[in-house]
Structure formats: C-alpha cells, structure tokens
C-alpha cells in the first residue's frame, strides 16, 4: 500500500486543525514579542532620558513608510483571503509588498549605521536593531509562508492563515513603532504606564465579565447548587474549564485566561513604571 502524500494526510486531520495551530504559533510569538517589549519598558522606566541616549532626528522616515506598507499589506491580505476569484493576483501583490517592505528596514538599518547610530552606539540603537530585527525575522518566516499559500492558492484555509499571520504583524508593529517613538522622551515612561494601567482595569471588567457568564452556564446547565458555589470565582474556573465540552464555552474560557493574564501584566508594569 502506498503511503499517502502531504496534500491526503491534511485532508485526514479533522476539521479546525490548522486553526489551531496558527493560534499557538501566533500566542507563542506573542509572547516572545511581548517579553521584549516589557523588559525595554522596565530599563527604560529606570533610567534618564540622557542615559538612553535617542536618535538626535527621531525615527527615520523609512519606519513610517513602512508603517503605511504594512496597512496596505494587511488589507490586501485580507481581501485576498475573501475573494475566490481575484485571490491569486492579490497574493503575488502581498508577497512583493512584504519583500519591499524587508528591502526598505535593511535600508533604514544601513542608513543608521552609516550616520553612526549603529546596534552598539547606545541602548536605544541597540532597542531600536533588536525590536525591528525580530520583527523582520517573522516578516521574513512570513513570507516563505505566502509562498506556500501562492503555490496552493486555491486552498482558502491556506490564504486566511496567511492574512491572519500578516494581521499579527501588524499589530505588533504598531506596539514596536509606538514603544521606540514614545519612549525617546521624558514623558514616555509614564504614558506607557498609563496604557499599562488601563490595560489591567479593562482586563478586569472582561475578567469579571467572562466569570458572569461561566457562573450562568453552570447555573442552567448544571442546577442552583453548582450555580450557587460557582460565585467563587476559583470553583467557578476550575469547573468551567472541566465541563467546558458540556457547556460549550472554550471561548468564554480561553478569554478569562487571556484577561487574567493581560490584567496582573497590566498591574505588574504600570506599578513598576508609574512610581518614576
């Protein structure tokens, strides 16, 4: 008997396969971004803005153009994942505009470099190469992927993974912009502060939120009793997540984790950066 090929073993993975992969690679990258983002906060609330030590000119003009390239990128992305028809020419259009936009950040990095701002000139250079350069790292990943997505174009799982992906993107290139833009001044550290603190009070409301709900479900699923003990929000976690087939709220649940998690980085990082 012959063994199956790739294209026959993903149509024998049940459905929501790929789904939930890109999810956890999407959370792990998250993670990994946001880690570095939190310890450039942390250093840069703790010192001068003299001992940061920014770019005389700010950010180079090739960093908002980019800005603009990926707005263009992520939607024609998008609208690649939606239409059938002219799909395959608006994902030759996202791949060229993703390599333009890797060819414009090698140029924004030779340009510094060569005006005497390089990685090692001071800690917001070195920031600034670190931050774009793990982003560029994922653009790059990114793109082998739409080459993939361009190969299979047909596939509409593989096109709205790749719009999801450059979605992702995206957005943590709007936390990188607005970290290296916002923090090259005094006042930095304290409105990123702020954000934080709003962060935690509105991961609060959601958490709140998502027990409200969790408690209902056990309410009519489950009776009065386990409703009642479920107004402990530890009984009514621990159970939610045990019956959550039954109740059919993974997302409810997923959500609180995401909102306890958002809520004690919101309370950690505004502390630490509200008391400069």
Not at 128 to 136: Q, R, S
Not at 237 to 249: I, K, P
Not at 261 to 271: F, K, T
């Amino acid at each position: 008997m012959n063994a199956p090929t790739s294209s026959e073993r993903s149509r024998q993975l049940p459905a929501g396969t790929g789904a939930l992969g890109l999810f956890w690679l999407l959370l792990s990258l998250g993670m990994l971004f946001l880690t570095t983002l939190v310890a450039f906060w942390v250093v840069r609330g703790g010192i001068e803005l003299s001992q940061l030590d920014p770019l005389p000119s700010g950010l180079p003009p090739g960093v908002w153009v980019g800005t603009v390239m990926l707005i263009v990128l992520s939607v024609m992305s998008e609208l690649a994942a939606r239409k059938l028809q002219a799909g395959l020419g608006l994902l030759r259009l996202s791949v060229a505009l993703s390599l333009a936009f890797l060819g414009l950040q090698a140029w924004n990095w030779i340009d510094l470099t060569a005006a005497g701002f390089g990685a090692a000139s001071g800690l917001y250079s070195f920031s600034f190469f670190t931050l774009t350069g793990l982003h560029a790292a994922h653009m790059i990943g990114g793109v082998i992927y739409h080459f993939h997505a361009l190969k299979h174009s047909d596939d509409a799982g593989k096109r709205r993974a790749a719009a999801t992906y450059w979605h992702f993107l995206f957005l943590c290139w709007l936390l990188i912009v607005g970290t290296v833009h916002g923090t090259a001044t005094e006042s930095g550290p304290l409105w990123v502060g702020r954000a934080f603190y709003g962060l935690a009070w509105g991961a609060l409301m959601g958490g709140i939120l998502c027990w409200l709900r969790t408690v209902q479900l056990i309410w009519v699923k489950d009776g009065p009793m386990f409703g009642l003990l479920g107004i402990c929000p530890l009984f009514s976690m621990v159970f939610g997540w045990v019956r959550f087939q039954e109740h059919d709220n993974l997302r409810v649940m997923i959500a609180w984790q995401v909102c306890i998690a958002a809520g004690m980085l919101g309370w950690i990082m505004s502390a630490s950066l509200l008391v400069f």
